[in-house]
């Protein structure tokens, strides 16, 4: 092949870089290692992990049972090793796949439209906001402390340069849901969204009929963010938002330390080319048959440039594809049963341990501090072989002292058991 | 001659919605080993939904096959060559896929504690450093979704730089050969979008650049080599410029797989790059993602980096929240660990001489490809090429055919087509990466297809006009489905 | 009118062989961490071979998309409807694959202290005691490695017993129905084959039994429901008339698809049995095997098992060689455990009445079919369907067109055929086994198709004796293949 | 359904079974129980077996890294979810890699045809020296006491009523290699075959020249049977045997507690109408396309029924395909430099040991009696979570208190030298 090209060696190939530029020595990275040294190799770094631990964190990140099924089907090299459907006469698998995943978030969230995916739920929270701005024309953004923390951070560094405006309105002490009297004074005429997460950080169910209310009255868009997708299973859509964006974590993708995962947007047809993102739509082949294609480009930064909605190319498709076969083997009686699961080992632990929020709550809650550090409750718990809670002064000062615990079809009776027996004696010995 | 395919028959497949049918369940759940909980009494009747409407209702068996028969619609790099230019459609090896699914590190909850983490975190620490040492910079954040995220990052960066010296200025400067994510990118960072014309050999014009760049510049976003395969000559001077009038350079890093282990951006002037892993360092595209977009730069910008940072104390790893000066987060958590852990076992399987072997045989399918098509496509940029080249349909024009019409036609030919269009300063683009994956074999068979189309375009353009011919869904209408979009299944009932 | 399938371009690919070129290489071993020993001098000049001649050196990328084009050749199914008749072709839990590959069972060697052991003892123990009670009987020897291997060991096990009690006996009744295993198997065992000719109704000759069945016969080797898919319905006196000779009752049980849970063979005089692991228990074909052929026996025959025999001793499970009586091993270790390991976790999917569930949807399935087709089809036997039902090609032989013109057009049609030409005692045979796994959409799709190509038949014969047409690969020649048997690829200068 | 075939329950669907026959009651076992509860189920089995010991057993079962791709391809459905390719037009996959697997037996083992496998190593013994016997005419087989015991138990069960006579010939007390004078002392004319295993279950390498010499002399064939399979990446192929037989277990089928593995059996052109089990040959399609089919069926039982090569039917087709994948995957070159690897390995272990036999050896050898009894050296050794070698009294009395210990490019050295010192140690304790 060097021949066919005249070179004489492979350096040639690159002999015309600039000599200042060319990198003489050799990278300071050990040796290909074999196949095997790999496998070895990781195999100890997950040993250096957690393993073998019941665990009662969520907050953003929930054990949930993947159904082998998954696995199978995103480990065939047509998905696995296939990109961005650009041609669609050779990719209609990942297209009908995308279609279908678009169609049952839809049906999930109460939405008219949904998008391919979004990088995960905290980056399709400022997309959501950007989108309700071009909507409204408008700038202000409110968003509900009781939002995760690290989706309020993400929307923070997001929108900062394009003008908006983020203030964040209280949650109430006493139900753990939003304030709706301290979101009302600060709606005006300015608010292009209202943000607000259902379940919420603290697992509360949210009022979010009331919450679209308030939004409408000021011609702001209320904005639904959720980041337990199983709760979707069983709990009334927000039929009401006029965008749902959120997390699909939930739905067999593993915790894998924080990503990757998938992110979702979805809203009213009339808002549809606001959408950022990737969209694939049904039309037909010359032939006449029923075929899908990438659509509506005219949105997307390779056509647009600076003008796109988002600058977003490469997205979270093989994960969404992952969601897309968990919806599909749990289905509609499936996954509200998996929701009920949830619900009642929630409940079960709840019982027995003093929760600080009042309002209706999925699977995961806030317990309230017991006179010992959560910290301290946690190390002890490990001696169990057992991760306890998020402890949550980190992120919310006036509530240090209490810990965010989740509880899902994964969480067994023993481990619960045990969990509140560790926070009896710890108390007890507070006391 | 078609050489390389033939046509087999491939199983039809409904919608999951159609193939439905009432009371149809794929999954079975362990029994509730605790009181099944009220959801109407525990979330009150206005929270809880009666049923999820359309929601599939399938056996497990149909699930399987639905998935499995669609896949069968697909083409893919396990298939064959996916030259598809600017995006390194690179061989994903599978041992990366058995080690990202090794229970301690797919099951690894981001807020574990730090104790329980050392060996998720040292698989980010190791591969910081190598990706590092391969760029030449400083330090590096693994957090960005993509490379477009990775932009964002970047360009962030540099603007709480420049405010940090009192001016975040207006502009960003972007040859108009850059790929549409470098605009987009800069606008949602709030900057104006300057365009630098390119000159005859697909470089920057340094005329205009000199004209351009000025005391209200923030930065240059540059690729290099650039979106025609061509390396940036002039890429010091360039740098040289923008700091000389208190500017930085990013440069879009999405075409590493021409330099790695030959030149490192922080050797020639770059002061904050991205990386796409999941191009150079391999990790699967998966229809379209996940990927990952870590970001390196110099020292300079480290203060501003996201939050959290690694950081080594008494022997163990813990991540820093306490950066002042630190652009905040771009998303939750730290990265795309999962496609992290792929890079990393791609980069230890290769090492430092093997990285840099990967590039040669890239850059050398590049030039063959290239030499061989020159006498039937025209080859508007004379400089050399590295790891992609990039060819007009000017010749094929003539006769009315376009890029996109031989991209379909070389569907018929058992091939994924190239980059159709991209880059916009050249007309009618065809953009071909065949990577180092590719053998001499599978080259040819290329070459081969693009010769006889090339022919065919002589002498039955209608042929070209009208593919592909062989495939299960032939040409789809693209216009209609932007005009009257359908984005969902309805049931029949609605649609009518 | 074809609705399942859509012709779709498939890759070429050469054998490894012709793909190869010196050198090229897919792997990469450690380093080794002791001195690298010279083998000429360790083994000697005479024993070290130069290289292997002619074996294949390909990269792993071109290793994977060879594998993977030419999957892409095969049906299966988890593409579609599979009825080959006595096959039990039904859905492969994928959860069985995850399982049996667990670590600690698919590690486990077989001469580690049983005390490191006993995790795979007990899947034995317990996959034992479940198919004890599936099928009536005292006792499982899981040893055998398919279905035919089962008849070997049990028919074994039968001459242990007669030469127990002084005369082996000469010969084995078997019906003319019967599957070529038995007839062979019986040979091997070193017995003559009588055949035991069926009546009009496909099952076995009463008149004939009687007048066959003497003090020289050693057994029956009898298969129930029968290969038309009927039941014995004279079982209990067909067994009493052997007994009372003083012969054993064998059952081969690959049609045990049809039974569990409705009837159990220990209960309707059977001695001795074997069940096809990857038929009723739903492990993977695999293109040919693996299989495991279990073997179930009444007590009286139980001296006479394999060794070695699981034995419960001080609460830990041991493996017992001390057997008189046995009549030794039919193969080395234990037997095909990783096969064992996903007929357990479908047992336990299902649990005792899933199995009865499944067993009476595979009757449906089959009913369903018959019903529909007999008005297009001879169907030979008036007796009632089990799970698979047999129609003859008399009706179409008319039109020249036989069962195996009808099984190729069914290709178009986008199914798997059903088994072709067998049972023997139907002329032209078709032998459709749906299984519980389908669906009525698929099931409707497979009458549609055998319809459609009845009418094929009447107004165009040519079309179905030329099918299939859609197939990457077309009829294949397989007398050439017989009579010039080329076995082996061998480099062209040798063929020259 | 039930209606369109008149049916009013699924019952009814068995109605016509005699009563005495059905069975009434439920089967006694448990409930259906969920996928999550069934990989739980085994992991917990698993957990009951040996994880995470360094080993030192051989013995017919390797322990050899196994290529992630091997598992790639195998999980493929259209692999794994077909069946035996009689429908060669929608078969060719399975087809073209059983035609690749003769080929590359024949390339390994020396001989010219090879068929689609048999059930495992030990059952191709068996039907090696029915092979033998139909084509000789002959009855007796003479088996060298080399040979894997458990290969001899099996020979011995299967061919007993067949009219074979087997007897058994010595091994050299000294070499380890089989005892050319007794067996050329048993030899006659009415041998079928003699079987000789290479290398042998004691790790030595036979002088197989020697044996076909003698073996052709008396107009018997000679059967060369193997169970490391990697050997033959380096050891010079039986060329001169008439059959070869064996185990591939080694091509990267794991232990699997002893199965399922696959068996093989090549021989000489001449004699491939008498081979046993599917054979698939090359040939054309109506196009003149090449194409794949089985063949020869003539000798196979649902042809050929009492008078078939052997009753075997469904073969081991999918673990072929693992060592096929395998044998791909490591080439020309990596074979052989695995070998290379497993004799330095073993030869390293062997320079620290006594070894019982004198003979050239691959990876496995006779550790000499150090006056401890094996079994209590073994147990020392699990306490460093090492499982030994296998104490040969159990098959060879003449040679209790040696143990087979073998090495592969799995073993590390530390391992080894572990070995080593609890070996030492015991045998001070047994001065
Ligand atoms: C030159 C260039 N820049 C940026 C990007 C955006 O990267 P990503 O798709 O990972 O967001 C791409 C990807 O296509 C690209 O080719
Ligand atoms: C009726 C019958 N008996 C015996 C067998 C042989 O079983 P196996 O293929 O598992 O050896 C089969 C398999 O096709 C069969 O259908």
């Avoid at chain 1, 959408?275 to 990438?294: H, S």
């Avoid at chain 1, 509506?296 to 600058?311: F, P």
């Avoid at chain 2, 820093?320 to 795309?336: E, L, Q, T």
């Avoid at chain 2, 070459?447 to 090339?454: E, G, L, N, R, T």
Wanted: glycine letters at 8%; a negative charge.
């Amino acid at each position: 092949m060097l021949a066919s090209i005249g070179a004489g060696s492979l350096e040639d190939l690159f002999a015309h870089l600039p000599a200042e530029v060319r990198f003489e020595r050799t990278l300071d990275i050990p040796a290909g290692k074999s196949e095997y040294d790999i496998v070895n190799y990781f195999r100890q770094r997950a040993s250096e992990n957690a393993t073998g631990y019941s665990s009662f964190l969520g907050a953003g990140v929930y054990s949930h049972y993947r159904p082998v099924l998954v696995d199978a089907v995103v480990s065939r090299g047509e998905f696995l090793t296939s990109y961005t459907p650009y041609q669609a006469e050779i990719s209609q698998g990942t297209l009908t796949t995308i279609f279908e995943f678009q169609t049952m978030i839809c049906q999930l969230t109460g939405m008219e439209v949904a998008n391919a995916s979004m990088y995960d739920g905290s980056s399709s929270v400022p997309e959501a906001a950007l989108m309700a701005a071009r909507v409204t024309g408008r700038e202000g953004i409110l968003v509900s402390r009781a939002v995760h923390p690290e989706y309020r951070e993400t929307l923070a560094t997001s929108v900062r340069h394009q003008g908006l405006h983020v203030v964040e309105y209280a949650y109430d002490r006493d139900s753990g849901g939003i304030d709706l009297e301290d979101l009302e004074s600060k709606l005006d005429s300015t608010v292009a969204a209202v943000i607000v997460q259902s379940p919420n950080f603290f697992g509360i169910v949210e009022d979010v009929r009331k919450a679209a209310e308030l939004a409408h009255k000021s011609g702001a868009l209320l904005v639904v963010c959720f980041t337990e997708a199983v709760s979707l299973g069983l709990l009334e859509p927000p039929r009401d938002a006029d965008i749902v964006c959120g997390e699909l974590q939930s739905f067999a993708i593993s915790p894998s330390y924080g990503g990757p995962f998938a992110g979702i947007i979805a809203t009213k047809e009339k808002y549809l080319r606001q959408i950022p993102g990737r969209i694939v739509g049904e039309t037909k082949d010359a032939n006449g048959n029923r075929a899908y294609c990438l659509t509506l480009a005219t949105r997307e930064q390779h056509i647009r440039r600076e003008k796109a909605t988002s600058n977003i190319c490469t997205n979270q498709a093989l994960i969404a594809l992952m969601a897309t076969v968990f919806m599909t083997v749990y289905g509609k009686e499936g996954l509200r049963e998996l929701a009920v699961q949830n619900l009642s080992k929630a409940h079960y632990l709840a019982q027995q341990l003093p929760r600080r929020f009042k309002g209706p709550f999925f699977n995961e809650f806030v317990v309230s501090g017991n006179g010992r550090p959560p910290e301290q409750i946690n190390e002890t718990l490990l001696t169990r072989k057992i991760i306890g809670g998020l402890p949550l002064g980190r992120f919310y000062p006036e509530l240090a002292g209490g810990m965010l615990v989740c509880a899902t079809e994964m969480t067994d009776r023993q481990a619960m058991d045990a969990f509140v027996g560790v926070f009896v004696a710890e108390e007890a010995l507070a006391k | 001659m078609i050489r390389k395919v033939r046509p087999h028959i491939t199983q039809n497949e409904p919608l999951l919605f159609e193939s439905s049918s009432p009371g149809k369940i794929g999954y079975q759940l362990p029994d509730l080993d605790v009181p099944a909980v009220d959801p109407a009494a525990a979330l009150g009747e206005s929270n809880t939904r009666r049923e999820i409407e359309g929601f599939p209702e399938v056996s497990e068996v149909e699930a399987i096959r639905h998935f499995s028969r669609l896949s069968t619609y697909n083409y893919a790099i396990d298939l064959g060559l996916y030259p598809l230019g600017s995006c390194t459609m690179k061989y994903n090896p599978r041992v990366n896929e058995a080690v990202a699914r090794i229970e301690g590190l797919a099951w690894a909850h981001p807020y574990q504690p730090e104790s329980l983490s050392q060996g998720a975190m040292e698989v980010m620490a190791v591969l910081e450093n190598a990706l590092a040492e391969i760029t030449g910079m400083d330090a590096v954040t693994l957090q960005p979704a993509a490379g477009a995220h990775g932009e964002f990052t970047g360009i962030l960066l540099i603007r709480a730089l420049l405010e940090s010296r009192g001016n975040p200025r207006k502009n960003i400067l972007i040859p108009d050969s850059a790929h549409g994510t470098n605009p987009a990118t800069a606008h949602m960072a709030g900057y104006q979008v300057r365009n630098l014309p390119s000159n005859d050999r697909g470089m920057v014009d340094m005329e205009a650049l000199v004209r351009l760049c000025d005391e209200d510049t923030a930065a240059l976003m540059i690729t290099n080599p650039n979106t025609v395969g061509v390396f940036e000559e002039n890429i010091t001077r360039i740098a040289a410029i923008l700091h000389g009038k208190g500017a930085q350079v990013y440069m879009d890093g999405a075409n590493m797989n021409a330099l790695v282990g030959i030149a490192r951006p922080g050797d020639f002037g770059v002061d904050v790059m991205h990386l796409n892993l999941h191009k150079t360092f391999s990790t699967p595209h998966g229809g379209g993602g996940p990927g990952s977009g870590a970001v390196a730069v110099k020292g300079h910008l480290e203060p501003f980096l996201p939050v959290p940072r690694l950081l080594r104390r008494e022997g163990q790893w813990t991540w820093n929240y306490d950066r002042p000066d630190s652009i905040g987060r771009v998303r939750a958590f730290y990265g795309n660990f999962g496609v992290l852990v792929r890079a990393l076992a791609y980069i230890m399987a290769h090492g430092g001489p093997g990285l840099k072997n990967a590039t040669m045989d890239a850059l050398l399918n590049a030039n063959y490809i290239r030499t061989l098509l020159e006498p039937y496509y025209d080859h508007p940029h004379k400089a050399p090429t590295m790891h992609e080249c990039v060819f007009s349909d000017e010749m094929q024009a003539k006769r009315g055919v376009r890029t996109g019409d031989i991209a379909k036609r070389l569907i018929d030919y058992g091939f994924h087509p190239y980059t159709v269009s991209f880059p916009l300063i050249v007309h009618g683009a065809l953009m071909i990466e065949p990577t180092e994956t590719e053998g001499k074999r599978e080259l040819d068979l290329f070459v081969d297809a693009m010769i006889s189309i090339a022919k065919e375009v002589e002498e039955d353009p209608e042929l070209v006009l009208k593919a592909p011919h062989s495939t299960r869904t032939n040409r789809v209408d693209e216009v209609t489905a932007a005009r009257k979009p359908v984005v969902r299944w309805k049931p029949a009932a609605d649609e009518a």
